[in-house]
């Protein structure tokens, strides 16, 4: 009967050796796990750094052009009368007096339109295609503690370009008299821009909010 101490010593350095290549073996496969976990976190991070980026490009284009759609109607409204006086917002008074600007005011206008054209438009794609890409952020339930409000924002953020999308396309390329793409005006033709995504952002990165918001809901 054999034992332990019968065992022919090229079959126990055969095992010891086979023990250790398992060991290398498991090692590095532990090792490329690790890595390949840290490479699809960074990768990740970087998209989530990439759609805050969109985020606040979008919303400096938004503050920079609602702050002249204010200076345009503020200079149409004191060319007018009492009597000739339009109410309403922005788009409805921009439409009405198109035919009538001064140079002034037409090119304040065609400022005002070409953002939308050529900044929030090519901005709000770009943001339609990181929403289209995502497969991470966005299949988070709501009630997730860490991913969670998020995820909920996002999906406000599909809908909101979804439907501004379907508004630019109707309003802006065969209506020169148009210039902005407002949803939740006085107008309420669609919902408003989440309200709070660009600090969710920044904290589900790890930032602190260097700065109040920049969109509004429109």
Do not use: C
Request: glycine share 8%.
């Amino acid at each position: 009967m054999s034992s332990l101490g019968n065992v022919p010593e090229w079959l126990g350095a055969s095992a010891a050796t086979g023990a250790v290549a398992l060991l290398g073996f498991v090692g590095k496969s532990f090792w490329e796990a690790v890595r390949a976990f840290r490479r699809e976190r960074h990768a990740r991070r970087a998209t989530l750094v990439r759609l805050h980026s969109l985020l606040r490009a979008s919303g400096v284009t938004f503050a920079v052009q609602n702050g002249l759609a204010s200076r345009l109607l503020e200079m149409i409204r004191a060319r007018r009368s009492t009597a000739q006086a339009l109410d309403g917002g922005y788009e409805r008074v921009f439409v009405e007096s198109y035919e009538d600007m001064t140079p002034a005011e037409r090119e304040l206008h065609g400022i005002i339109r070409s953002m939308t054209v050529n900044a929030l438009r090519p901005t709000n794609q770009a943001l339609s295609d990181w929403l289209r890409r995502d497969t991470f952020y966005k299949s988070h339930e709501p009630d997730d503690r860490r991913w969670g409000r998020l995820a909920q924002l996002l999906a406000m953020l599909d809908a909101h370009l979804t439907l501004w999308h379907a508004k630019y396309k109707g309003w802006i390329p065969e209506a020169p008299a148009h210039a902005l793409v407002y949803l939740a005006d006085e107008s309420d033709h669609g919902v408003g821009f989440p309200t709070g995504i660009d600090e969710e952002v920044a904290r589900t990165l790890g930032w602190a909010a260097t700065a109040a918001p920049l969109h509004d809901v429109a």
